[in-house]
Structure formats: C-alpha cells, structure tokens
C-alpha cells in the first residue's frame, strides 16, 4: 500500500480509492494516522502518516504487515499507547492483577511453538509456529478491544483472519464450532497455582464467527511481534467480543459440533455465556455495560464513553446473530 506524503500531509493514491467499503475505511485510517503518528512506526502501516521515522516501542522484532482492507479492519480512534497496552493485562495465567503478566511472562518460551488442529477437518496436525506466519500475508488492523470489566484500549494488531487457516484445513460438515485451547505448563507460568480458572483456558466460537473475516489470528502488534504478556507467539482477536472471548498462548484448535465449554463460562456461568458479545442493553449481573473507559486516555475521574452494540462493529457482524435474543444468549 501506498501514500504520498507531501509536508506531513498524507494523501491516499487514486488508484487505491476503491472499493468504496476500502476507501471508507481508508479515510478513517488517513484520519487515525494523523493522530497516531507520535507513536508511529517504521515498517508499520501506521507508521506511514508519521513526519519522522521513530523507533519501534518496543524490543519485539519487527513484524511486516499490510494495512488491511477488510470491511471494518481500521478503526479510527487513536491508538492506546505501547506502554498501557503492555502493562495492563488480563492473563491469568502469569496472576490476576493488571501488572502480573507484564512483570512475570518473561518466563514464557515462544520456541519452538507448536499449535494442533483436531477434530472435524480434513487436514489434521501440527503446524509450526514458522508455517503459520507465512501461511497468509500479515496485516494491520486497528481493532478496539473492550473488556467486560469495562475498559477499552485500540491497538494496531498484526495478523491474518484466521480463515485463512480454517479453509486449508477444511472442515467436515460436522464442524459446527472450534475450540481455542491456550498454552497450560506450570514450569512457565506462575498463576496456574491458583485455581481462579479451570486450566488450559479455553475459549470457543461458532464455525461462521470464527470465519468472520474480522476474526484476526494475530501475531504482533504495533509494528512487532507480540509482546509475551499480549499473547505471544499467537492469539485470537475478536473485535466484536469481549475481550475474554480472545485467546492467548494458542496451542490447540479443535473443531466440534457442539458448543465447547469456556473458561469463564465454567467459572461463573451468571456471568459469562458462550457468545460474550458486546452488549451495553445487557448488564453484567454486578455492573452497568453501558459505558466504558478508554486506557491511557480517559483518566480514572474522566466522563466515561459509551460503549456501542458489538463493540462499534455491529455493520460488519451483527447479521450473525439475527434472530437470537441477546439476553439469553449472552
Ligand atoms: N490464555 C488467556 N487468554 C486470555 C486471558 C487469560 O487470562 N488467559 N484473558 C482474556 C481477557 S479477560 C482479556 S480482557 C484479554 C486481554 O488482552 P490484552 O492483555 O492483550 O489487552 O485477553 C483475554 N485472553
Ligand atoms: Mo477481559
């Protein structure tokens, strides 16, 4: 992808204005780059509205991307800086509090990795971590990600939709949902000890949400690989979802023909169904899901915003669940 840039000033090529859905997204992204470009990075699509080449954020190795043309792929909102989006994590398995992973998964080993397909495909096996980066071109999206404790953060992931890898494995008729199994070994991870959640953590999605184009198996972020405590070395990233429906440390994916368990679902099942779709009309049983707070930017006494129906994505995604009452299907 291309853009001239002309005194700061970013243009899009003519050539590229179509589809209108990508010229679309195009816009937001140009308007999102320009205020992204203090955080920037060289090699990244979103480094392309920069004035001045900075360094990357981080210390991951550089990973190149694309800027994604998938309806919905490029949000406008300007992105969480590195550092919120790196120490304040959910990742139980390196301990509950916000700053654990951050402090504690360095003791994660991301190689050799590994990650097993089963179940109801027709190609089966292990594929390595090297295959399954250069199994689709890598883009960048810049996905919201809200979680259900009420908080946002917009990150410029990079990845593919794992599409790509469910139709090369070629599902059965059977296939009706996969299951994302995520990486359990207590000589690496400390939380485990504790019994907050039944280990693996486990997440689960029906075969059309895992297919849906936005559904993103994602291998780095701002212009890097993914940093440990984010889920390294792959992850699921389910824009519309909870953040919980996101799967780090993926090792195994399964595909079933009935609903598979979930981790938080076994853990407090009033509070966590299957679906997890964002809905602010539908309170969490002890809190309003009505409004969010955006990390790094709405300060802990800021007026909160208010978080949308599908997280913002529902022109993309919300076709999938016609017809379901939302309220019980949660
Ligand atoms: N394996 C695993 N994946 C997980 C979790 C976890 O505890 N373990 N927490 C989930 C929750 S609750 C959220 S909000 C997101 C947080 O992702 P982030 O730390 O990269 O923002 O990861 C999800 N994926
Ligand atoms: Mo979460």
């Given at each position: 992808m291309h853009v001239l840039r002309d005194r700061g000033f970013v243009h899009p090529?003519?050539?590229?204005?179509?589809?209108r859905a990508a010229y679309l997204d195009r816009r937001r992204w140009l308007a999102w780059a320009g205020s992204a470009a203090a955080t920037a990075l060289p090699g990244?699509?979103?480094?392309?509205?920069?004035?001045s080449p900075q360094a990357r954020p981080g210390k991951g190795a550089a990973l190149a991307a694309a800027r994604s043309?998938?309806?919905?792929?490029?949000?406008m909102d300007k992105a969480t800086p590195y550092k919120d989006a790196t120490t304040y994590n959910n990742f139980y398995e390196f301990g509950t509090d916000k700053a654990d992973p951050s402090q504690h998964?360095?003791?994660?080993?991301?190689?050799?990795w590994t990650v097993a397909i089963e179940g109801e495909v027709k190609k089966p096996g292990t594929y390595d971590l090297d295959t399954l980066l250069k199994l689709a071109p890598q883009e960048e999206r810049i996905y919201r990600l809200r979680c259900v404790e009420g908080w946002s953060m917009v990150i410029p992931w990079i990845g593919y939709s794992l599409s790509e890898l469910i139709k090369r494995v070629e599902p059965t008729g059977n296939a009706k949902f996969v299951q994302f199994v995520t990486l359990a070994d207590r000589k690496q991870m400390p939380g485990l000890t504790s019994s907050v959640l039944d280990w693996p953590y486990v997440e689960g999605l029906r075969l059309d949400e895992a297919m849906h184009p936005l559904t993103l198996l994602s291998f780095g972020m701002y212009g890097e690989v993914l940093p440990n405590q984010n889920g390294a070395p792959l992850r699921l990233v389910v824009?519309?979802?909870?953040?919980?429906?996101?799967?780090?440390?993926?090792v195994k994916i399964r595909f079933v023909d009935k609903q598979p368990k979930t981790s938080w679902e076994l853990a407090a099942p009033s509070e966590y169904g299957f679906y997890s779709n964002v809905n602010p009309k539908v309170d969490h049983p002890r809190w309003s899901q009505a409004s969010e707070r955006r990390i790094g930017?709405?300060?802990?006494f800021a007026k909160k915003r208010p978080t949308l129906m599908f997280n913002g994505y529902e022109p993309q995604v919300g076709q999938l669940y016609a017809g379901m009452d939302l309220r019980r299907q949660f």
């Open positions: 090529v003519s050539s590229e204005i179509t589809p990244s699509v979103a480094a392309q509205g920069a004035q043309s998938v309806a919905g792929a490029l949000v998964a360095h003791t994660l080993k991301t190689r050799p824009p519309w979802k909870y953040g919980f429906k996101s799967g780090k440390s993926l930017e709405d300060g802990l």
